[in-house]
């Protein structure tokens, strides 16, 4: 259980619950809380890319790699896979849900790939990435400043 300074503003409210009435917290309260506690913004998971990330060159761990830059440019990564098959050689941005400009932000944090939107009904993700040979993850300078 999480302790709480007593001084502290309490964000419940009462709620209607049958005959009884209830203390509780809506959405917008809890929202306040997860913000002002933890830092944590409930919202703005509801406004980031989400991104399935598949290994289409066959060079094993790229689509880790590549996941790995995803979320350094504040991009969700939902899994990561192996794709149908290890030839591709041009990585795909396929986004499906949202517009060329979804793909383009997927692009710019790869610094590869071809853009194509192929629209779905489907809720799983936005844009689906499929690693071909042609990308290439950023060198790590700190091991190479080491000399390893």
């Not at 149908?84 to 610094?111: N, P, W």
């Not at 629209?119 to 936005?126: F, G, L």
């Not at 689906?128 to 790590?140: E, I, N, R, S, T």
Request: contains cysteine.
């Amino acid at each position: 259980m999480l302790a709480r300074d007593p001084g502290a503003p309490c964000a419940a409210r009462h709620v209607a619950a049958g005959r009884r009435t209830r203390r509780g917290a809506g959405p917008d309260e809890v929202a306040d809380l997860l913000k002002s506690w933890w830092g944590v913004d409930p919202n703005a998971a509801k406004s980031q890319i989400r991104v399935v990330v598949f290994n289409g060159s066959g060079k094993p761990g790229i689509a880790g790699e590549a996941a790995q830059e995803l979320i350094r440019a504040q991009i969700r990564v939902v899994d990561t896979q192996n794709a149908d098959r290890f030839d591709y050689a041009e990585t795909k941005i396929v986004v499906r849900r949202g517009d060329a400009a979804v793909g383009e932000k997927v692009r710019k944090a790869l610094g590869v790939g071809k853009v194509v939107l192929d629209p779905s009904d489907e809720n799983v993700t936005d844009v689906v990435v499929v690693v071909g040979k042609d990308y290439q993850p950023p060198k790590d300078t700190k091991n190479e400043q080491k000399g390893n």
